[in-house]
């Protein structure tokens, strides 16, 4: 059973930066799709980052672009977001996750219903 494991939530002031980690157990399978989702308050779980396992460029949410970095450190098994200029918006439960097995195309549509392992969440609580 594969487990991915979240690490560095917390508090920050607007403008703001938070490094999250997300360490796995181990990997899925060769391929698959792995990124970080967020759920607010009162709000439904959505994507904010992800990343194709076997390389090429991440897809980021609208809400995120520009400030966030998705990334991946193969070597340690981790994947970690990297938050900048954030915002009192960014508030929320944020989960590392990975499907069971994925191809590039199909990483950048995904949604969560798609994922099968999830890590256990992080919050990060950002004040003005």
């Known amino acids: 059973q594969v487990q991915w494991v979240e690490s560095g939530g917390g508090s920050a002031q607007a403008g703001g930066s938070l490094r999250l980690s997300c360490a796995a157990s181990?990997?899925?399978?060769?391929?698959?799709?792995m990124g970080w989702f967020r759920q607010g308050p009162g709000k439904e779980r959505e994507r904010g980052a992800v990343?194709?396992?076997?390389?090429?460029?991440?897809s980021y949410a609208d809400s995120v672009k520009a400030r966030f970095t998705i990334s991946q450190d193969n070597a340690k098994r981790t994947l970690y977001l990297h938050m900048n200029n954030l915002k009192p918006e960014d508030t929320a439960m944020y989960y590392c996750?990975?499907?069971?097995?994925?191809?590039?195309?199909?990483?950048?549509?995904?949604?969560?219903?798609?994922?099968?392992?999830w890590g256990q969440g992080t919050q990060v609580t950002v004040s003005s």
């Open positions: 181990g990997y899925p399978s060769r391929t698959f799709c």
């Open positions: 990343l194709y396992s076997g390389g090429g460029s991440p």
């Open positions: 996750a990975a499907t069971s097995t994925g191809a590039f195309t199909r990483c950048m549509y995904y949604g969560p219903t798609e994922y099968d392992y």
